[in-house]
């Protein structure tokens, strides 16, 4: 099993928003600035967690520090994430983010053109959804 016990940055609070599935934690690194535009924020996923299907009118961009995770785009195959990998997430493309079944998973989320907004909330991704791995 991978752990997130080397993860880089703080751990912080648990995460409240009512819209993942399972325990999360956040803690903010770059709060929106209107000079720099973007909001950096480090996440770290219990295993089975998830957030919904959402978008970013902005774009966001992955850095997984932590575990092993997961991350789909609508109408694509899930994807394993791992550590070291970057993902690349264009504006409105509908997509969720989270841990595996047997691993948690650490990311800095990077929100770009925050002044566009920073998330677009859809429906939790299903238990179906999520056990739909093939690896
Ligand atoms: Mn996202």
């Not at 295993?47 to 009118?57: E, G, I, Q, V």
């Not at 932590?66 to 997430?89: S, T």
């Not at 969720?96 to 650490?106: D, I």
Request: with cysteine.
């Amino acid at each position: 099993m991978k752990t997130t016990e080397n993860a880089i940055f703080p751990k912080g609070e648990k995460n409240e928003i009512p819209y993942f599935t399972g325990t999360s934690y956040l803690h903010m690194l770059i709060s929106n600035d209107k000079d720099f535009d973007c909001v950096v924020g480090n996440v770290t996923f219990e295993k089975k967690c998830r957030n919904n299907w959402h978008s970013h009118p902005g774009g966001q961009i992955l850095l997984v520090t932590a575990g092993e995770g997961y991350y789909q785009e609508k109408g694509k195959p899930i994807r394993l994430i791992k550590v070291g990998d970057v993902v690349e997430i264009k504006p409105d493309v509908i997509h969720w983010h989270g841990a595996t079944p047997t691993s948690e998973m650490t990311h800095i989320a990077i929100n770009t053109k925050a002044s566009l907004g920073l998330v677009v909330w859809g429906d939790a991704v299903t238990d179906k959804e999520y056990n739909s791995y093939k690896n």
